[in-house]
């Protein structure tokens, strides 16, 4: 750092016609400032040399020039320090001090280890050089900073909000946005294609135009088009830039927020049609909230198929609170735990807490729905003082969304109690438990029953039910296609190590197809892995009797038993309903674990089938319930006076529990993620 000696004070003797000359310079001469779409800054680099300045100017005896000094001489412009920079050579040469704070001024320079500071330039965040006067009324002159423009108060008034919301904490995200790799510009020119093949294309294209003009702006004010190399000035550049453009208002940016989709469809790459699917999917047509809800459903791994949420974007500690049928209260003072059939997942912005999102969610899942309306309150237990725009939803799977929007006004303060009048009630909802009942027959079908036994003797006779084997399946018409394990060595750190970044481009040379997937997997002898909350859970049964005509009264022995909904009997797969399967059907995996498939059934007019290591069919779960596959379309028509008495052994005769030793996993229908080798790079297919 820069510094005179105590025995050069002597040769720093103030001269006041020099003095005054720079003072003049300094008035009526400028230093430019950054300008980004409007606003006007400088760039505050490391902190300040407070000693050294301060020794410096000790001949100048003035405590306003060493203040103003200590706070000014760290601002860089384009041209570089701004502090003195408007007094030419020729003048400045007289005064020494001043000579030594320039000289100290060119030394700073700004860097990652210490973080630069936006100065945002307005009328009045420079004192003008006079201040004060001394005995005669002669004004004091102090050296200051004169800009050669300032930000208009409409652009400022805009700016701020923004910067104090953003500034800080949106490096991450810029990095992700101008990737220097080839393939993420060509990755961004397929989202744009995506976008436009959408249900909603101005909605997604409007980020990704503004993610393209972010990089062209980078282009062109930086050497270095990786964020990791760019030089610090120019990050500050880019920030500004970001947030002055693209979509925004009251201090909340629509496009850095729905940005956050965009990259992911970039690295997941999931191919085209997946990304058209994702952008239908995530669009929410009330509001700008574009997936918040579904992205913290998803970090939180909440699956269940009947939800209430509350999403809101500020810092106030909204809370959702839910009455239901029984009386009792789902709200944060029980959080996670189960409750009259419900639980509350998560909780956001709670008081206290010094890491509040922007984008926060709350939601309470209703599993075991009781009969009656349940209420639905939102509280504000610690208010910013500003109106809060909120969205209710509902999510019953199988139907459309349900959404109430509301605001907690400010005149509404906050209420860190627990009284409901207090509250917002939102709205009533009711939720229908439709969970059919066992099978039985009635007395009717009991006389019918009774009536055709004779038939039912001869051709059907002592039916049971076990679970089947590869072999019952493969005799039964389906295709066995084995996966061999990858037995390559394998070290986790290396693993992580040599992971390769993906790209949407780059799954263009993925397949598309189940087919074509299990083909690349058989010739590359990777491993194949799919997530277990994401298989549709069924298993085989085949039916045995002692009655030698069994066979000729049905079109199958062996036929599949499918989850479509949790807690039901399983049916035949016709469709993917919303049961996944969970830690009860593997010892030692839980739901977000990986599971590797080591085969895949294949039979025409049905879906198909993914077999997993490890697996085994939940024994008495009352989640999953057993069925023994007894379904009517299995009879031959010749036999449909006996489908009553054959349906009703779907519950009555199961396949034992006491070994399991079966074909068990999950139906693949439409789309579906699965995960290549060690490194486990997401591939997703569709299902043919």
């Not at 509040?356 to 910013?384: A, D, L, M, W």
């Not at 007019?605 to 023994?628: A, C, D, K, T, Y």
Request: aromatic share 10%; hydrophobic share 35%.
């Amino acid at each position: 750092m820069f510094q005179y000696k105590h025995e050069d004070y002597e040769a720093l003797k103030v001269h006041q016609p020099s003095y005054d000359a720079c003072m003049h310079h300094i008035e009526t001469g400028t230093s430019t400032v950054y300008d980004v779409e409007g606003v006007k800054f400088y760039i505050r680099v490391e902190p300040a040399p407070r000693k050294a300045v301060s020794t410096l100017l000790q001949p100048y005896k003035c405590n306003a020039c060493k203040e103003r000094a200590k706070k000014f001489i760290t601002l860089h412009g384009p041209d570089g320090p701004v502090f003195l920079e408007s007094i030419p050579e020729s003048v400045i040469k007289c005064e020494p001090v001043l000579v030594g704070l320039r000289d100290l001024a060119k030394k700073l320079r700004a860097n990652d280890d210490t973080p630069p500071e936006l100065v945002l330039v307005e009328n009045g965040t420079f004192p003008p050089v006079n201040e004060g006067v001394n005995a005669e009324g002669v004004p004091w002159k102090h050296p200051t900073i004169t800009p050669n423009s300032v930000t208009d108060p409409e652009v400022a008034r805009k700016f701020s909000p923004l910067w104090k919301e953003y500034g800080n904490t949106m490096d991450d995200r810029l990095a992700k946005i101008i990737d220097p790799d080839p393939r993420h510009a060509r990755s961004i020119t397929i989202v744009l294609e995506a976008a436009r093949k959408s249900d909603h294309p101005e909605h997604w294209e409007r980020t990704i135009q503004w993610i393209i003009g972010i990089n062209s702006f980078v282009a062109n004010i930086a050497s270095e088009s990786s964020f990791g190399n760019m030089t610090a000035y120019d990050k500050m550049r880019m920030r500004v830039y970001a947030l002055m453009t693209g979509s925004f208002h009251e201090g909340t940016h629509y496009d850095f927020h729905k940005s956050e989709n965009i990259i992911d469809f970039i690295q997941k790459g999931l191919g085209m049609e997946a990304v058209v699917g994702m952008m239908n999917g995530r669009r929410d047509e009330r509001t700008y909230q574009i997936s918040q809800v579904a992205r913290a459903m998803e970090k939180a791994g909440v699956t269940d198929e009947r939800t209430v949420s509350l999403s809101w974007n500020t810092h106030d500690d909204l809370d959702i609170h839910m009455k239901t049928p029984d009386g009792a209260c789902i709200w944060y003072g029980n959080a996670k735990k189960y409750i009259s059939g419900c639980r509350l997942n998560f909780d956001a912005n709670a008081s206290g807490c010094t890491s509040k999102t922007t984008e926060p969610v709350e939601n309470i899942s209703v599993i075991e729905p009781q009969k009656g309306y349940y209420t639905i309150y939102v509280n504000n237990y610690e208010t910013t003082g500003c109106d809060v725009p909120f969205q209710i939803t509902i999510k019953v799977s199988g139907e459309k969304d349900r959404v109430w929007d509301g605001v907690w006004k400010a005149s509404m303060g906050s209420n860190s109690g627990n009284d409901k009048r207090r509250m917002i009630c939102v709205c009533y909802v009711e939720f229908v438990n439709s969970k059919p009942e066992p099978i039985a027959m009635s007395d009717k079908e009991a006389s019918r029953a009774r009536a055709t036994n004779d038939l039912w003797e001869k051709n059907i006779g002592d039916v049971t039910c076990r679970f089947a084997t590869f072999s019952d399946a493969a005799a039964a018409g389906w295709t066995l296609v084995p996966l061999t394990k990858d037995n390559s060595p394998s070290d986790p750190y290396m693993a992580l190590a040599n992971k390769e970044k993906s790209y949407l481009c780059d799954k263009l040379d993925i397949p598309t197809t189940l087919t074509d997937l299990v083909s690349h997997v058989q010739s590359t002898k990777k491993s194949l892995f799919v997530r277990v909350y994401d298989v549709s859970p069924a298993y085989f049964v085949t039916h045995h009797s002692s009655n030698a005509t069994f066979g000729d009264a049905t079109f199958t022995r062996c036929v599949p038993c499918h989850y479509r909904d949790q807690g039901y009997v399983p049916m035949e797969p016709t469709k993917r309903g919303n049961a996944r399967l969970n830690g009860e059907w593997f010892n030692g995996l839980s739901e977000t674990s990986f599971a590797r498939v080591n085969a895949v059934l294949h039979k025409e007019g049905h879906p198909s089938f993914i077999s997993l290591e490890g697996i085994r069919v939940p024994n008495g779960s009352p989640h999953f319930p057993l069925g023994g596959g007894f379904y009517p379309t299995l009879l031959k028509p010749k036999f449909h006076e006996l489908k009553s008495r054959w349906t009703a052994k779907n519950t009555l005769c199961t396949p034992p529990q006491t070994l399991f030793r079966g074909v068990a996993g999950g139906f693949v229908f439409g789309e579906h993620t699965f995960y290549l080798g060690d490194q486990k790079k997401e591939v997703r297919i569709s299902s043919v």
